[in-house]
C-alpha cells in the first residue's frame, strides 16, 4: 500500500522559504518520476515540479525559486522554494507523475502574506 505524507508547510512572508518533504512507504521514488502538485485556493490542481532519473522539470512560475530534490535511499522528496509570492499559496502535495488517485494525501498548506 502506498503511502505519502507531506509536511513542512506554513505562514511565511513575501520573499520568504519553506521547505516540502514528501515521505514515502510502498513506492520506491527511483524507479517512478515523482512529483510536486499545488492547489489554490480558486485553482485547480496543478503540476509544480517533476524529478526523474532524467532530470527536473518546473512549471515556469517557479523556475529559478523552487528546487526539486530526493534523498539517496529514494524514500523522501523535498521542495525547496525560496522568494515566496503570494500566488504560491496552495496545499502541496506530492504524488507520482503522472499522478495516480489513489496516492494523494492530506497535502500540507503554504501560506504566504504580503
Known amino acids: 500500500q502506498v503511502q505519502l505524507v507531506e509536511s513542512g508547510g506554513g505562514l511565511v512572508q513575501v520573499g520568504g522559504s519553506l521547505r516540502l518533504t514528501c515521505a514515502a512507504s510502498?513506492?520506491?521514488?527511483?524507479?517512478?518520476?515523482m512529483a510536486w502538485y499545488r492547489q489554490g485556493p480558486e485553482n485547480q490542481r496543478e503540476l509544480v515540479a517533476q524529478i526523474s532519473g532524467g532530470g527536473t522539470n518546473y512549471r515556469d512560475s517557479v523556475k529559478g525559486r523552487f528546487t526539486i530534490s530526493m534523498n539517496n535511499a529514494k524514500d523522501t522528496m523535498y521542495l525547496q522554494m525560496n522568494n515566496l509570492k503570494p500566488e504560491d499559496t496552495a496545499v502541496y502535495y506530492c504524488?507520482?507523475?503522472?499522478?495516480?488517485?489513489?496516492?494523494w494525501g492530506q497535502g500540507t498548506q503554504v501560506i504566504v502574506s504580503s
Open positions: 510502498g513506492i520506491i521514488f527511483g524507479i517512478n518520476t
Open positions: 504524488n507520482v507523475f503522472p499522478a495516480n488517485g489513489r496516492y
